[in-house]
């Protein structure tokens, strides 16, 4: 039986293309429905042509689903032509063929065209991987379209987070807590960065045992959903116990460039 689904994209093509041979792509859009656990020698890092990946199925995160062999070979013609197509030739114990290609090609909006084909095989359970399939890969796809509003976002974010790691481990704290803020301004809209930002913010506090700073981070984590509800975000506020949590901060010009510097179509 097979599954055919697609859908657009807000991204550019090559940045599809790049992100779908990640693994954190494939865990990220599959989550929450399905998470994948390395249970093979060969790292779940980067999916290659000829990679063999044995992963450990949990449906909803917890429930254990089998297992299953990730077998992955890309597909593109000639530098700068497209399409350009992925396919995971899968097979586990539970499921004898999950054949999966992965179809990408620019559309004229600038944005990109997704294509999701798989075919199943599963003996008797057959019909119902195939139901569970046309569920999953319609909520992969919309996970899909919410990261590409947020993607340029959340690498800004990783960017600031590794400035913070390395300076910490140096014992630069000044150019830490600098990165912190920057990276607190550009995830206040998101409620999960935003609350990972405070933590690791009040983490920082008490390793330095600044003692109002850890009380301000502690107040913030349990104001920061109430942002997300409400959706009032105080632009800029770089997220410090040495101001107000509700005022707005001008933004550095360099940050202010990157976050505007999207180059990414709506979707």
């Known amino acids: 039986m097979k599954v055919d689904l697609s859908t657009r994209i807000g991204l550019p093509v090559e940045t599809v293309w790049t992100e779908v041979q990640t ?9 929450p429905l399905l ?9 779940l890092e980067t999916f290659k042509p ?3 990946y044995l992963v450990k199925l949990r449906l909803f995160g917890l429930l254990p689903f089998g297992t299953q062999w990730i077998v992955t070979s890309l597909h593109q013609p000639e530098e700068g032509e497209w399409p350009r197509r992925l396919r995971d030739d899968g097979y586990g114990p539970m499921i004898r063929k999950w054949d999966h290609w992965i179809t990408i090609a620019p559309n004229p909006d600038g944005g990109t065209d997704y294509r999701d084909e798989v075919e199943i095989s599963a003996g008797v359970l057959t019909p119902f991987i195939w139901a569970f399939a046309q569920v999953f890969y319609r909520h992969r796809q919309r996970r899909w379209r919410a990261l590409a509003r947020t993607l340029h976002a959340h690498r800004l974010i990783k960017r600031e987070m590794a400035v913070f790691q390395h300076a910490r481990s140096e014992g630069d704290i000044a150019t830490a807590w600098s990165a912190l803020e920057r990276a607190h301004v550009i995830s206040q809209p998101y409620l999960g960065p935003h609350l990972a930002n405070h933590w690791a ?17 502690i107040v913030r984590l349990a104001l920061a959903p109430l942002g997300a509800a409400t959706g009032r975000i105080p632009v800029g506020n770089t997220g410090r116990a040495n101001v107000s949590a509700i005022q707005p901060m001008p933004i550095a ?5 990157d976050m505007e510097d999207e180059r990414t ?3």
Not at 35 to 43: I, K, L, Y
């Open 23 to 31: 693994p954190a792509l494939l865990k990220h859009i599959a989550w």
């Open 35 to 43: 998470r994948f656990v390395p249970a093979g020698s060969e790292p």
């Open 253 to 257: 010009d360099d940050l202010r460039r």
């Open 50 to 52: 000829g990679g063999r």
């Open 201 to 217: 913010m009040l983490s920082l506090a008490t390793e330095q045992r600044d003692g109002r700073e850890t009380v301000g981070q």
């Open 265 to 267: 179509p709506s979707p």
